[in-house]
């Protein structure tokens, strides 16, 4: 019997171990050095057995930025950044060529949820973009507006909080889209921050955005119950 019950421990773990290893995420960087100063290239990797991997890169990546490489491995797109950064600078187009730096950071990746933010810089230029991605790594779709329910009622209580920031700013169904989800250090969700982007003011770095947060227990009502149970249990 206790053998039987070891046997049991060392499964469990085993298959514990498995679904950690199924969906690591790491950011892989490099750097070259452009007048003394290191710009750091950075290309996100997945680490999920449950789904293809290409359809979520593709949806991550910046179609802009490499466009040849939307469906490479992201040690091959982060090798051809370098190679073709280096390039730009030895043709003296580095400048004109609006060559962007994509910036990854995640939020939250637990229970098979990944949230996170791609910010794109440009080389010599103020202005950058952000978006914001949440995916559901059992299916390989991007969940979005999908993570909510009540989205009527959702939109006029952000309507409401920004308010008290900014009048005048209206909130349309993008907006949740749009949003980091943070949890404290044991990954309980404490709350979701929807980053709502003001397209009526622009400014040299682009467009400016307001956060707006829901706590835990607002977030309650609104999160649908297929992800309310994997978010907040």
């Known amino acids: 019997m206790k053998s039987k019950a070891i046997n049991i421990f060392v499964a469990s773990i085993v298959l514990l171990l498995g679904q950690v290893r ?5 950011v892989l960087k490099d750097s070259v050095q452009i007048d003394g100063v290191y710009y750091v290239l950075e290309e996100i990797k997945l680490d999920n057995k449950n789904v293809p991997l290409s359809a979520i890169y593709q949806k991550i990546r910046n179609p802009h930025i490499l466009g ?5 491995t992201p040690e091959q797109r982060l090798s051809a950044k370098k190679d073709t950064l280096k390039a730009l600078m030895t043709s003296g187009e580095l400048r004109q060529s609006g060559y962007g730096f994509e910036h990854y950071e995640v939020f939250y990746h637990k229970s098979g949820i990944l949230n996170l933010l791609v910010n794109v810089q440009s080389y010599g230029s103020p202005f950058e973009t952000r ?4 995916f559901d790594l059992n299916t390989g779709k991007i969940l979005g507006k999908a993570l909510f329910a009540n989205h009527e009622s959702l939109l006029k209580v952000l309507s409401e909080k920004l308010k008290m920031q900014k009048k005048g700013i209206k909130v349309s169904p993008a907006a949740l ?6 949890s404290d250090e044991k990954g309980h969700l404490n709350e979701i921050i929807f980053c ?3 397209t009526g003011q622009y400014r040299n770095s682009g467009y400016e955005t307001f ?3 829901l706590g835990k227990k607002e977030l309650a009502f609104y999160l649908t119950p297929q992800f309310r149970k994997r978010l907040l249990e």
């Open 196 to 198: 709502i982007t003001d």
């Open 22 to 26: 199924a969906q690591q995420v790491k």
């Open 131 to 134: 978006r914001y991605h949440c």
């Open 211 to 213: 956060e707006v947060r």
């Open 177 to 182: 889209d749009q949003y980091q989800i943070i």
């Open 68 to 72: 040849s490489y939307i469906s490479a």
